[in-house]
């Protein structure tokens, strides 16, 4: 166990070395943002609509740039490195040594987003206290407290997810074009971009069915206490059968893969 | 007590081909032809503990996917594997804690940290205890005489430097059984020589197991006392380095140097002239022959220098190679 905790601290160290890096996207992250309050501020004033999707004026502009930050929040990139490990033989080390793959990547990921992470929300946290004070927003403090568990909860997901997805590369030889199409779907299907609720109910009834609105949507609204209490502990409940559902076809198809892994180079 | 034991072992490779040209990427794109390659075919032996065993074979023989199953990157395709009692493709923790493989053309150390932060990382991963990892580095780090680089990036490092790193990076959970493949690959002499010494040194004093792959065959006969040999995926000999020598038919050089020209007419009636440059030259003769071929060399001819030697290990192992070419 001792040799994971030892990893995190790398990668968190890591991630502190390049804390000028993390400023930047954060600094990037504006534009989208900027792009879609304007948007939105066109769309209701044409409309002249008190509220657009069951969401008002305010609540709308909140979600956008709170939805924006999370998925700053939640952004990866081990998918590539793991991509390049399973191709290239790099694997090999970790085959050889007593040291899980899993665990690794998982430590690594912890250790280098954990900085990250933090800083998001404390930077969600300014921009959810300027909404309270600017269009009096009302927040509880016990949906902010389960909204921090909803939001480590899709933290681990993102993980999960994207761990899934990295293991695609034992039987796909280019693997970009993938992980850039479902980087964009899962923003989109997670509510990354607008609420789910403007894609229709029906369309959110089945998007219901899948993991990714317990990445984004699900904890904003538990955030902004549209859902009900019995609705909030119900999907902390589903998120956390999510996580625990993707671990175990992780271990399958990892246990599929590494049967057929070629072990290429040297 | 045997570290290794193989039995039948095969493994079969799937792989597509692609003829040249767009037409062809098209037609793949439809159907695929599969193929399947038989990379160890049938491999039996076993290895005791405290020997070191070379494993020769030219290229793509079968050598380091024999090596990749033994410490289980590869799942065979057939046939049993113990190592230290386990079967290496279940992976356990406890095995991997007694070995280590060491590959010329792969790096564990991380190029961008000083070799010290990736031995470090080694202590966590192995859970070596401190004192004893401490006792370990310094002892390997002073006999390959880089304890003054420990702390400078590993790119930095010229390539003898490295390698002498990766090297104690694998020995220092103190393991029993070392897969060592292509261990000198693209280091100058002097490397090669530092790296076998301390092998040498290792294998006395540790009692370790070595497999070793290498197309040195200076390094297999300073340090190996075993050859299997591979070729096409199948073991083709299994014997001592001595007898690998004697499979020539028991055949001696004598090297002759001399102060008057040699004449080839004149060498030829003593042995096979392997090569001749005036003053200096290369006879082969029947192992029984030396000693009277010797005695008439020194009455006839002026003499400088002259010694009797094995034929290189190479010519044992071609006409090995060639000879199982013809049977195939």
Redesign the interface.
């Given at each position: 166990m001792s040799k994971y905790k030892w990893l995190l601290g790398m990668g968190l160290q890591k991630a502190l070395a390049y804390r000028i890096n993390y400023a930047v996207t954060i600094m990037a992250a504006v534009f989208p943002i900027a792009l879609q309050w304007v948007l939105w501020q066109a769309i209701f004033n044409y409309t002249e609509a008190d509220q657009l999707y069951g969401l008002s004026y305010s609540e709308m502009l909140s979600y956008v740039v709170l939805a924006a930050l999370m998925a700053q929040a939640l952004r990866t990139g081990f998918e590539y490195e793991m991509a390049e490990d399973i191709k290239s033989g790099g694997l090999n080390r970790f085959i050889v040594q007593p040291l899980s793959y899993f665990g690794f990547r998982l430590s690594v990921f912890i250790g280098t987003n954990l900085g990250y992470f933090v800083a998001t929300l404390a930077v969600m946290a300014v921009a959810l206290w300027v909404a309270v004070e600017y269009w009096t927003l009302s927040i509880e403090l016990a949906h902010i407290a389960l909204f921090v568990l909803s939001a480590i909860g899709a933290f681990f997901l993102q993980f999960m997810l994207f761990y899934l997805l990295s293991l695609t590369a034992f039987w796909l030889h280019e693997v970009w074009a993938l992980f850039e199409s479902v980087r964009v779907i899962s923003l989109v299907l997670s509510g990354g971009v607008v609420p789910l609720s403007v894609f229709g109910e029906s369309l959110e009834w089945w998007l219901s069915l899948l993991p990714f609105q317990y990445l984004i949507y699900f904890p904003l609204q538990t955030l902004t206490g549209v859902l009900s209490f019995e609705q909030i502990f119900f999907g902390l409940l589903l998120q956390f059968f999510w996580i625990g559902g993707l671990m175990l076809v992780i271990s399958t198809i990892w246990r599929r893969g590494s049967r057929s892994y070629l072990a290429l180079g040297g | 007590m045997n570290v290794i034991e193989v039995e039948g072992l095969s493994k079969t490779?799937k792989f597509y081909r692609k003829p040249q040209g767009l037409s062809a990427s098209l037609k793949n794109l439809w159907r695929r032809q599969i193929e399947y390659k038989e990379a160890v075919k049938d491999v039996s032996f076993s290895i005791e503990q405290g020997q070191v065993v070379a494993f020769l074979g030219s290229n793509g023989a079968g050598k380091?996917t024999t090596m990749?199953m033994l410490?289980?990157?590869?799942?065979p395709t057939q046939g049993k594997i113990k190592v230290l009692g386990h079967t290496p493709s279940e992976?356990e923790?406890r095995f991997?804690?007694r070995?280590?493989?060491l590959?010329?053309?792969?790096h564990?150390l991380w190029p961008d940290l000083p070799a010290i932060d990736s031995f470090t990382?080694c202590q966590?991963?192995?859970?070596i205890p401190t004192s004893l990892y401490k006792q370990r580095l310094a002892r390997l780090s002073e006999v390959l005489s880089v304890s003054h680089l420990l702390d400078i990036q590993v790119r930095r490092l010229s390539l003898g430097e490295r390698m002498k790193m990766e090297l104690i990076a694998a020995l220092l959970h103190g393991p029993e059984l070392l897969f060592l493949?292509e261990p000198t690959i693209g280091l100058d002499f002097l490397s090669q020589r530092a790296v076998m010494r301390f092998l040498q040194q290792l294998v006395k004093e540790d009692n370790l197991t070595i497999l070793l792959t290498s197309h040195n065959m200076a390094d297999i006969s300073a340090l190996c006392e075993r050859v299997l040999v591979i070729q096409n995926g199948q073991l083709i000999f299994d014997d001592g380095i001595a007898s690998l020598q004697n499979s020539l038919g028991g055949l001696r050089r004598i090297h002759i140097e001399s102060e008057t020209p040699l004449h080839s007419d004149l060498l030829r009636r003593y042995g096979k002239v392997i090569n001749n440059d005036i003053h200096r030259a290369e006879l082969e003769v029947a192992d029984g022959a030396a000693n009277q071929v010797l005695q008439q060399l020194l009455n006839e001819i002026m003499i400088k220098d002259i010694r009797v030697s094995a034929p290189p290990l190479e010519d044992s192992l071609e006409r090995l190679y060639s000879h199982q070419g013809q049977v195939a």
């Open positions: - | 490779f380091t990749k410490s289980g990157i590869l799942h992976r923790e991997k804690k070995f280590s493989i590959m010329g053309q792969k564990q990382l966590r991963i192995y859970e493949d």
